[in-house]
């Protein structure tokens, strides 16, 4: 494959699952240029089959592995299964750090598994579309079970393990004050709740509290769906059964009840709106980028103030040219020195 | 003071110091309306003396105790102190959680120290914007440091704490792999380095490590300043001496140098960028907040995709309307039910 093939051309690959397809098509989403956007059109189109299970958790809490873990576990029952993780890598050198160092070799090597990080490097609102789109590319290429893995700090990655079908929040025992403080923003979006490391003495001291605050909030619980807490153990294996059915359970009620309508229907709206904040902002940020150093210097000296030259900008900038080839759709923010 | 003051109001009382409506101004540009925006305006113009540190680190790193401590550290030095904390509380409940429940009581009760904890909860941008005008209330209310501290994970959080003159970035030992991999991503944004918690026995060899870590990348180095390694324990206050007097070294660097300038320079640039992207997604939520359920459920069924859509809604929508009076720009994104 030396000639660049079209996003086009890439998704005709992608939906016989070429699995060197799927990761330059991905990238692309990645790229947000206005040339590939129709592919990314039709990839959503042809999308929604498959069962996206959000994962989120604290620093600490052991979610890679157990995503991992769990993705074996899930394709032991012969489903194929992908698995988005967004990384939080350096805003600024832009590498990935987690990536797949932490991954189990045993998965990397099963072509039924398809991991791929995705750095938050980037504008954030570009980051929720981007992983979305790259979930329905793996949608599309056949994998029954999308999980789409991320940091539990940050709005964006939050929302993001949100809109999925089914949440699962992993909590950890041994944890600080200051982890739990930020664990506790994230407790209330769980459908299914985890406690990994629970081959350490303290797990179950978590397990029990995570229950009993379930049971002070269970007037909030709708009949369908009462959360379930389960510990498990990614050195032993333990509890990953039984989180494999939960997670079954809930794809039904998912896919077939109201509440899971529902909830699909507020994804979509979740999906429109970053989506068009993120064609907004390209907009503004591919003009904006043409203009020199007067402006910040008028404002470094305090000659002018953010807003009524922000206000001026966004008065002169062609934010409602949409014609393809008019520029390249970049985030062209340049950082701080 | 029953009757509402207006942002103008708020902003004469601001200047003479007045806490109460330092409180109440900083919550309108936390609100982001835009008939607040001619305060922040103001606000803007006249500020511009103080020294801004912005503080970040890893969860778990000591962050809160470590600025409580500093916070006093500076103040013997007879300066007021204002402490800007991000904090990262419930995308969701919008509580506060960290919040003042761990800042030393002994800073609190000094009146020459105004501590003000803001959410992130909201749209990122807009926290980027509202922090910064947060940061120069305080400037303006005659807080001579201002003290920027945000969780060193998210691209916004770590770009905050690099808008600012003197970039501090706060290690600790004993953090584990994931935690690590995280710090990996700001290190390289520090003025000035902290290792916390350095009573405990295993803090030399992360203090070690980090000196190595500088010494590979010292080629990078620029002449003017050679970025500090300094060990503090926030228990017996070791290393606040040597981390003030770091601070004081810097500040002349940020305001007497040609790379203090251009620092300044980027941070404007920055600003000017996040206060446009703020107007701009704020028209758009505004106007698209008036939308109904059709456009969601078309997308949801895969009549459509979302980029299609969105181009569709960015071609209809008002963005170039920018007159007072015509709505209120507030964040008006509804969450994932």
């Known amino acids: 494959m030396t000639r660049k093939l079209s996003s086009l051309e890439l998704l005709e690959r992608v939906k016989v699952g070429d699995q ?3 990761a330059r098509l991905i990238s692309r989403a990645e790229g947000g240029k206005l040339e590939d956007r129709a592919a990314l059109a039709g990839v959503y189109k042809i999308a929604g089959r498959a069962h996206i299970i959000g994962v989120t958790g604290v620093p600490g809490s052991g979610k890679s592995t157990l995503v991992a873990r769990l993705a074996a576990s899930l394709r032991a029952g012969g ?3 992908g698995v988005v993780a967004i990384d939080p890598s350096s805003p600024y050198s832009g590498g990935s750090i987690l990536g797949d160092r932490v991954r189990m070799n045993a998965v990397a ?15 954030t609102g570009g980051m929720a579309r981007a992983t979305l789109d790259a979930v329905d590319i793996l949608d599309v290429a056949g994998f029954g079970t999308v999980i789409v893995e991320t940091v539990g700090v940050g709005q964006d990655e939050v929302e993001i393990a949100r809109a999925s079908h089914t949440t699962v929040v992993v909590s950890a025992p041994g944890l600080g004050d200051e982890i739990q403080a930020i664990k506790a923003g994230i407790l209330e979006i769980a459908d299914i709740h985890v406690v990994s490391k629970c081959d350490r ?12 605050m379930l049971m002070l ?7 369908e769906w009462t959360t379930p807490v389960i510990g498990t153990s990614s050195i032993s294996g333990a509890g990953f059964d039984e989180l494999v059915a939960a997670i079954e359970k809930h794809r039904v009620i998912a896919f077939e009840t109201e509440r899971g309508r529902k909830r699909r229907l507020a994804i979509a709206d979740f999906r429109l709106r970053k989506t068009a904040e993120d064609l907004l902002l390209a907009r503004f940020n591919a003009s ?7 402006l910040p210097t008028r404002l470094a000296e305090r000659q002018t103030d953010p807003y009524s030259l922000a206000s001026e900008l966004l008065r ?17 923010r340049p950082k701080i020195a």
Request: glycine share 10%; aromatic share 2%; proline share 6%.
């Open 20 to 22: 060197a397809a799927i």
């Open 79 to 81: 489903r194929r299964i």
């Open 109 to 123: 090597t099963d072509p039924g598994i398809y991991i791929r990080s995705m750095a938050s490097h980037g504008a």
């Open 201 to 212: 003495g303290d797990a179950n001291r978590t397990l029990v509290d995570l229950k009993q």
């Open 217 to 223: 909030g269970l007037s909030h619980e709708k009949p």
């Open 288 to 294: 904006l980028g043409q203009l020199g150093r007067s």
């Open 316 to 332: 002169t900038l062609p934010l409602q040219d949409d014609s393809p080839g008019a520029h390249h759709e970049r985030d062209a």
